[in-house]
T-cell receptor, first 112, second 114 residues
Framework: ETGVTQTPRHLVMGMTNKKSLKCEQH?????MYWYKQSAKKPLELMFV???????ENNSVPSRFSPECPNSSHLFLHLHTLQPEDSALYLC???????????FGQGTRLTVV | DQQVKQNSPSLSVQEGRISILNCDYT??????FLWYKKYPAEGPTFLIS?????DKNEDGRFTVFLNKSAKHLSLHIVPSQPGDSAVYFC?????????????FGTGTRLTIIP
């Protein structure tokens, strides 16, 4: 248990669905991240939020839309995904942008 | 272009023996290196790290070695235990105007054989 909780743990969605992934941390961290892990690929950083402000978007398609309503919560809104978006989506948080990241358990997403 | 490479996707080691996981990197600006361990259905958890000013860091059964000239680091686990069976990710970090940028390798699945 790292203190970073992700829900749901598993999600199957059709290409026309809209769903959201949720991440929550009560570690007092100020930075939160979304990573994507596809099979046989390195973890890819998608988005970074620092003090609730988005500071990085690593060329992520607009069908992925992050939201950070407060420093404890981070969402990833999903809309009209493609089968190749099927992956493990990991949330992480850190005290600040130079500190060690703590990861959640991930959401295993399957797009059908 | 992958800046952090783990060329062995899997490794099997007998219980009690030494496990050696390898990682190569290309970016000489990386100044901090980390190993994460991941069990199935869990997120990666931090294991051990090393600063680029050191060549060795030890924590119990885990030792990380850094060879900057070869741009190579390795994780040694000795003695290996069944609970060490997991996927191990190497990561390299650079501070960019105070922001840490982590680059991960593809992981090595370690299986400890009882």
């Amino acid at each position: 248990e790292t203190g970073v909780t992700q829900t749901p743990r598993h999600l199957v969605m059709g290409m026309t669905n809209k769903k959201s992934l949720k991440c929550e941390q009560h570690l007092g961290h100020n930075a939160m991240y979304w990573y994507k892990q596809s099979a046989k690929k390195p973890l890819e950083l998608m988005f970074v939020y620092n003090f609730k402000e988005q500071t990085e978007n690593n060329s992520v398609p607009s069908r992925f839309s992050p939201e950070c309503p407060n420093s404890s919560h981070l969402f990833l809104h999903l809309h009209t995904l493609q089968p190749e978006d099927s992956a493990l989506y990991l949330c992480a948080s850190s005290h600040d942008r130079s500190s060690q990241a703590f990861f959640g358990q991930g959401t295993r997403l399957t797009v059908v | 272009d992958q800046q952090v490479k783990q060329n062995s996707p899997s490794l099997s080691v007998q219980e009690g023996r030494i496990s050696i996981l390898n990682c190569d990197y290309t970016n000489s600006m990386f100044d901090y290196f980390l190993w994460y361990k991941k069990y199935p259905a869990e997120g990666p958890t931090f294991l051990i790290s090393i600063s680029s000013i050191k060549d060795k860091n030890e924590d119990g059964r885990f030792t990380v070695f850094l060879n900057k000239s070869a741009k190579h680091l390795s994780l040694h686990i000795v003695p290996s235990q069944p609970g060490d069976s997991a996927v191990y990710f190497c990561a390299a970090s650079v501070l960019d105007f105070g922001n840490e940028k982590l680059t991960f390798g593809t992981g090595t699945r370690l299986t400890i054989i009882p």
